[in-house]
């Protein structure tokens, strides 16, 4: 009884706390309804941590660690991917474990390392939130639920598109002053000497298979990615191919987080086995070394950091000096 009425207080303070942060005249739809769920913890367990928390917008909705802290300081497991540029992938997560946005939506909350906090739960607490009943109502024409819920944080998820970038300006509106000469050249050696076409194509630039890149060894790096989901031994070591799009804003960079810098990334890419020198399942795309000169190297970066969202201008400046 006692455990239960601490539970209780909580949930309260928590409520109380969430109940002012909106007003109730702002507009809303189911975007509008799931932007506020995203940066709101009352959807964790101890109203401290949010999706937001995780995902940092400033930083095209990814984290700046390696693995990102969750409730109580909890330590996760995989590098966080950036949420946007969703709606044409057909796989979630790094081991694709959820084929829809609705899907990887409520994941997270539920996870004991990230926010804790059962689906039940959060939607009891939105239920009894003066603004969330109301606005749950007006959006959907029903109370919260599980249903609803996913629904609401997936349809802000996938405003989150960019194409806007100067590559995007470059190559849709052939505007050559748009980028470097570099960068064209990176391009070319995106699509040629480097061979990141294969696996990273389309709006995106990215593939809905899943590849292994030479990141498991079965001593040091142990994470299996898709085999955790297939139980396939073919899977081990495979993991979800990601977009690149905004790429420049989203270090460190792989499932774990390891490569803080692009250059680190090529340099891997170049070289694998001057990195990793007993991978297991490695991709045979990988067992031929590239050969880039220095030179390439920046060029193929200068690229890549062409891609990145023009209303993340301002956040690229800033970063880019960190990065060289």
Not at 126 to 138: D, E, R, V
Request: with cysteine.
């Amino acid at each position: 009884m006692k455990k239960l009425c601490i539970t209780l207080f909580t949930l309260g303070i928590i409520l109380v706390i969430s109940q002012g942060a909106f007003k109730d005249h702002e507009p809303v739809n189911a975007a509008a309804l799931g932007r506020k769920l995203f940066f709101d913890p009352i959807l964790s367990s101890t109203g401290k941590i949010s999706c937001a928390s995780c995902h940092k917008e400033e930083f095209a909705f990814s984290d700046t660690s390696a693995v990102s802290l969750g409730v109580h300081g909890r330590k996760g497991v995989r590098n966080t991917p950036s949420a946007m540029n969703m709606s044409l992938q057909v796989a979630f997560f790094w081991d694709g474990r959820a084929t829809t946005l609705e899907q990887q939506a409520l994941i997270p909350i539920q996870n004991p390392i990230e926010m804790d906090l059962s689906v039940n739960t959060a939607v009891w607490r939105l239920g009894h939130n003066k603004y969330y009943k109301s606005a749950f109502t007006a959006v959907f024409n029903e109370a919260p639920n599980a249903g609803n819920l996913a629904k609401a944080l997936s349809a802000f998820e996938r405003t989150l598109e960019t194409g806007n970038s100067p590559f995007d300006d470059w190559r849709l509106n052939d505007n050559e002053s748009a980028v470097s000469e570099s960068a064209k050249r990176g391009f070319a050696i995106f699509n040629s000497k480097g061979r990141c076409i294969q696996c990273h194509f389309g709006p995106d630039f990215n593939d809905v298979e899943f590849r292994s890149i030479g990141l498991y060894d079965g001593k040091t790096l142990r994470d299996s990615g898709r085999a955790c989901v297939t139980k396939k031994v073919a899977d081990v070591g495979r993991f979800k191919i990601g977009a690149l799009r905004n790429v420049a804003l989203t270090a460190p960079y792989m499932h774990n987080g390891m490569f803080k810098t692009l250059r680190q990334v090529i340099d891997y890419y170049n070289d694998p086995d001057k990195i990793v020198s007993h991978s297991i399942n490695r991709d045979t795309l990988l067992n031929i070394p590239m050969g880039l000169t220095e030179g390439e190297k920046t060029d193929l970066e200068n690229f890549l950091v062409s891609l990145t969202d023009k209303r993340f201008a301002g956040q690229l400046k800033k970063l880019r000096p960190l990065q060289r």
